[in-house]
């Protein structure tokens, strides 16, 4: 097993964050995944010392700018979602793949609750359901991601 | 078989060190809610917001290289015959658009003369400038674009945006490089309006989330019809009067509510070009009125103090 190390953690930070930035429009928009806060869920769940709250709370903030919203609207929503992260971490290595799939999901949508509290009390418009279509599309990946590896390490054991 | 996260973790300490989670939860919210709260009231955060700005705008311009590059190559491989359908169209509204310059020319010159009967200040020609939209806002709670002019290009918060068929909205934000422009179907965005028919006037507000502008607070029995075109009514100082903002495309009269919901379909075409006109405020306007920062006011307490000293002089 590879320990992971900070650089790697910040390096695939760094690349969520520019897939973020990429012009998305239209329904593009509307499924993007919220690749920052995949990664950071990745990380905390696979390295809780090296990202953790405060991880996410940068992140956050740096999003905030991107976006053009408030200061602290995302860095508040990541927060949340990276508490509940870190509280149910020791109980993670129980549960099967499509567990930790559904726990990744129920994460993604505390993120995007909190924010839509946030938004809503700062007399935004409320949207439709259709803005939860960005968790399901950010689950997706990431069941993605995780068949890919288990592709790759199966093809290193058997090399 | 063993999942592939279980794989990767590495074991933490078990008895945790520093705050425990929820403390840092706390911590963190408590700073992101005043952050919040300084950043929407007291708008101490501007300069901070640019500078971070900035320091990300070579991350910005990396990330949308390959989408500029796609674009640019599906410009440059279009076929013969799609430009010369594009030249034929473009001549043809010219020729159009020559014939009603034609007229606009005579009538200024009129009305250059009128007001000088009148005695009036002349209004002064007013350079627009031509951005272009760089990417819609990431935000989906609200309508916004990003522009590629900013504060080095001259561009200050508050300038009316436009495009040929109408208004596109107002620039609420200006970074160094890039400003950000609120479209007029974003729920913030009021533009004062005037029913081109009736030469009623309405503040638009209240836009639905289907890209639609509302006109809210009209009596149930007010004179509006489906197919009015509605135009800037310019008593803001911020829109030039005349530009065509929307168009009513559907009235609910409910006689048990005070008033009618009017919607409204966009005269902009915001999601089609990529070139907006940024207009300046007009010039024959008072300034509008600005709360003073900390830095002004002390300015303007030692300009009083100052002057009962300058007629000693003589």
């Known amino acids: ?159 | 078989m063993p999942s592939p996260m279980e794989q990767h973790l590495q074991p933490t300490a078990f008895f945790i060190r520093g705050a425990s989670p929820l403390a840092r939860l706390a911590f963190y919210a408590i700073v992101s809610i005043v952050l919040m709260g300084v950043d929407a009231r007291l708008h101490y955060l501007v300069e901070i917001r640019q500078g971070i700005s900035v320091a990300l705008h070579p991350l910005e311009v990396a990330a949308r290289a390959p989408v500029d590059a796609y674009n640019y190559i599906s410009e440059y491989i279009h076929t013969q015959t799609t430009l010369v359908a594009e030249n034929r169209a473009l001549r043809e509204k010219a020729l159009q658009d020559s014939e009603n310059l034609q007229r606009f020319n005579t009538l200024q010159a009129e009305n250059a003369h009128m007001r000088s009967l009148l005695n009036a200040t002349p209004t002064l020609p007013q350079p627009a400038r031509l951005g272009e939209i760089i990417h819609s806002g990431r935000d989906p709670f609200s309508r916004k674009i990003i522009v590629n002019l900013g504060a080095r290009h001259g561009i200050t918060p508050g300038q009316a945006v436009i495009d040929e068929w109408g208004v596109v909205g107002q620039v609420t934000a200006v970074y160094p490089l890039s400003s950000e422009v609120t479209l007029v179907s974003d729920n913030d965005l009021a533009v004062p309006v005037q029913v081109e028919r009736s030469g009623l006037r309405a503040i638009t507000g209240k836009n639905g989330n289907n890209n639609s502008i509302g006109l809210p607070f009209l009596p149930v029995n007010v004179d509006i019809q489906p197919g009015d075109k509605l135009v800037t009514s310019g008593i803001d100082g911020v829109y030039p009067a005349g530009l065509a903002v929307c168009k009513v495309a559907a009235i609910d009269r409910k006689s048990d509510a005070p008033f009618a919901r009017i919607d409204c379909t966009p005269a902009a075409g915001i999601g089609i070009h990529r070139q907006v006109l940024l207009i300046p405020p007009a010039e024959n306007m008072p300034p509008l009125l600005v709360p003073p920062k900390p830095a002004d006011k002390t300015a303007a307490k030692s300009k009083p103090g100052k002057k009962p000293h300058a007629p000693r002089k003589p």
């Open chain 1, 1 to 159: 097993m590879r320990r992971a190390n900070l650089k790697s953690v910040w390096l695939t930070l760094l690349a969520a964050y520019v897939l973020y930035l990429l012009p998305w429009e239209g329904y593009g928009l509307l499924l993007r995944p919220d690749f920052v806060l995949l990664a950071l869920l990745y990380w905390m769940l696979r390295a809780p010392r090296l990202c953790n709250l405060g991880t996410a709370w940068v992140m956050g903030l740096l999003i905030d700018v991107a976006s053009g919203s408030y200061f602290g609207q995302h860095a508040l929503a990541y927060s949340c979602a990276a508490f509940f992260a870190i509280q149910y971490h020791r109980r993670l290595v129980l549960f099967n793949s499509m567990q930790q799939t559904g726990h990744v999901f129920l994460l993604l949508l505390v993120s995007q609750i909190v924010l839509l509290v946030i938004k809503l009390m700062s007399g935004n418009e409320a949207p439709g359901w259709d803005y939860f279509l960005s968790s399901i599309s950010g689950v997706v990946l990431w069941q993605a991601l995780v068949i890919a590896r288990v592709i790759v390490a199966e093809n290193r054991s058997s090399a």
